[in-house]
């Protein structure tokens, strides 16, 4: 008796069990029955499951990823089932990190997401319940970048946790200890940097929602090809979006005033991404800068009010608001009259309806752009941002919205979603070769969103393009991230700077990882 005799004669062909994969999915319950099935055919049949995430990609995309993934990492040692990804122990491997990635069977990884789970969407310190973060997300690098699945490695960092309710679960499959010093911790991710280089030299490394992301961005961004994406993946994904609305709103660069509820790390690097666009459009740094105004939970972010402002709000903080202080956001409003108000503050429906319908007076089109993730802490949903602006918003969320109907026209809504951005700068960081994952080549993922859209997709009002178009996006990105790798000279596949874009785009599109070339 062969093995070949324990299944039946006849599964049939890809198409067969792609919708045979199909109609068992759509017969779960609930998304999270669905997330679970999806992970479980990710791991038993990559290329069937890729293949069903790219055809059904808009369908499939928030149950892998958000909003689903946030209630799957919330109970995620409930329904662990078998391994994927690699844990490191902050307590078990700290000394022995080398020697445990020589050992790790993947001879090749080319791209890895790595968190703490300290800060994963808007949901805190979950510990290794973050693992979705990273499995999501390199789903993403292979679906719409075309990354290898092979070649991708998701880690997550147990530094322990100091949230008491996961200590007391019994399911928790984390260390029920507090995190320790920040200089250990420091000293342990220095040993892990040099660990994934050592043992993949030309790793490219994602850092995914950590809680003092501007240190790991700042120390190992000029060593390694490190990027951010809390930071500069947010930052460029909403600086397209904006440069869209901007195009839409029939205002200049220099009459907008930019508004923002939150000055987290995320906000910030939002903000700074969309100063060099301005800048790239005529601006001074200091023009730029002064068209934006930050507010926190103390209110407005001012060099005056009193407080020791992180070194990451100083950049924005006013010093022109004579003495005044401004405690709450529609005070701030009201003050600037903004034309664009931009949310990532975690606080659900902060942008209440007078503030929207004051935003209407300040602009024809104005620009909202509620980003808190999940849905459930969006500062306001599209229908109270088309209503209260009476169809004129021009809108972007972190989170889907479903369309909705206003005075008999069907409105969609957009999503400021990172995918349209890490893939593609993964993926140009990884064929490029390059040493460092610059700010050029960050800003030149965000600026080629706008310039790969459709002209009917602009017409329609859309400030993204449809994600059904995700390859054809991330391909685009990519090559707009080479070009910009080659520019600043961080590039060790120098052969490529000898081809045309379209040659390039060529390419591109054969080093991509294709599930439907794929016998699985």
């Known amino acids: 008796m062969t093995l070949a005799a324990s299944s039946p004669p006849n599964v049939g062909n890809a198409d067969v069990q792609e ?61 662990y089932r078998q391994p994927e990804g690699l844990y490191i122990s902050y307590e078990r491997d700290r000394g022995s990190l080398r020697k445990l990635l020589q050992n790790w069977p993947q001879e090749k990884v080319a791209i890895t997401v790595v968190t703490d789970g300290s800060r994963i969407l808007g949901l805190g ?47 928790y499959m984390g260390s029920r200890n507090p995190k320790p010093p920040r200089h250990d911790e420091e000293a342990f991710l220095d040993e892990l940097m040099e660990a994934l280089t050592g043992r993949w030299p030309g790793i490219v490394v994602q850092f995914e929602d950590w809680k003092n992301p501007w240190y790991t961005l700042e120390k190992y961004g000029p060593k390694y090809a490190m990027f ?24 200049s660069v220099r009459d907008h005033r930019a508004v923002f509820f939150g000055a987290g790390s995320a906000a910030v690097g939002v903000a700074k991404q969309i100063v060099q666009y301005f800048m790239a459009q005529g601006l001074s740094e200091d023009e730029a800068r002064g068209l934006f105004w930050l507010v926190d939970r103390h209110g407005l972010v001012t060099k005056d009010r009193g407080d020791d402002l992180p070194d990451h709000k100083r950049y924005f903080a006013r010093d022109d608001n004579g003495g005044q202080q401004f405690a709450r956001l529609e005070e701030t409003a009201k003050h600037v009259k903004p034309t664009i108000l931009v949310g990532l503050s975690g606080v659900h429906n902060a942008f209440h309806e007078d503030l929207l319908h004051n935003m209407s007076s300040w602009s024809k089109r ?87 859209m459709l002209k009917e997709e602009v017409k329609a009002g859309l400030l993204y393009p449809e994600l059904d178009r995700k390859r054809e996006v991330g391909r685009f990105v990519t090559m707009r991230v080479i070009r910009a790798a080659q520019k600043d000279e961080v590039d060790r596949a120098t052969d ?25």
């Open 19 to 79: 919708r045979r994969c199909l109609s068992q999915l759509r017969s779960a319950e609930s998304d999270l029955e669905k997330f679970i099935y999806l992970s479980s055919l990710r791991l038993r049949q990559p290329h069937l499951y890729y293949r069903l995430l790219v055809k059904h990609f808009v369908e499939l995309a928030p149950l892998q990823y958000t909003p689903t993934v946030g209630e799957a990492c919330l109970r995620w040692s409930e329904i």
């Open 125 to 171: 310190d979950i510990g290794v319940n973050g693992m979705g973060i990273p499995i999501g997300k390199l789903a993403l690098y292979v679906a719409c970048g075309g990354v290898d699945p092979r070649h991708v490695l998701p880690i997550t960092v147990d530094l322990g946790t100091n949230n008491e309710d996961l200590r007391a679960n019994e399911m």
């Open 228 to 251: 951010n994406d809390d930071i500069q993946g947010t930052g460029a994904v909403i600086m397209a979006g904006i440069i869209t609305a901007v195009r839409l709103s029939g205002l």
């Open 366 to 452: 104005p620009i909202i752009f509620p980003l808190s993730n999940p849905t459930s802490a969006s500062e306001c949903t599209f229908e109270q941002a088309i209503n209260a602006t009476e169809g004129r918003a021009l809108f972007a969320a972190g989170s889907p919205f479903a369309a909705i109907k206003y005075h008999g026209d069907e409105y969609h809504p957009a999503q400021g979603n990172n995918m349209y951005v890490f893939p593609g700068l993964g993926q140009g960081a990884i064929l490029s070769q390059s040493k460092h994952v610059t700010q050029n080549m960050v800003y030149a993922a965000g600026a080629a969103i706008p310039d790969v």
């Open 496 to 520: 490529l700077r000898r081809m045309s874009d379209d040659e390039l785009l060529d390419w591109i599109s054969k080093k991509m990882y294709d599930p439907f070339r794929v016998d699985d």
